[in-house]
């Protein structure tokens, strides 16, 4: 519940043409190392959980 107040504060400040108060905006943020274009693997992830949940 924090973090959506927090989110939602930021949403209306955007509507609003408040000030940009994020401390993290213009870093750098860094890809997963190693891993480069589209995550052709997540479709392999969903069918290893959803085989979790069938034999659980």
């Not at 870093?27 to 659980?56: I, N, Q, S, T």
């Amino acid at each position: 519940a924090q973090l959506s107040t927090h989110l939602g504060m930021i949403m209306a400040d955007a509507i609003l043409d408040r000030p940009d108060q994020n401390p993290l905006k213009g870093l750098e943020w860094p890809a997963v190392p190693g891993h480069f274009g589209k995550p052709w693997f997540l479709p392999l992830v969903g069918m290893y959980y959803k085989m979790l949940d069938r034999f659980r």
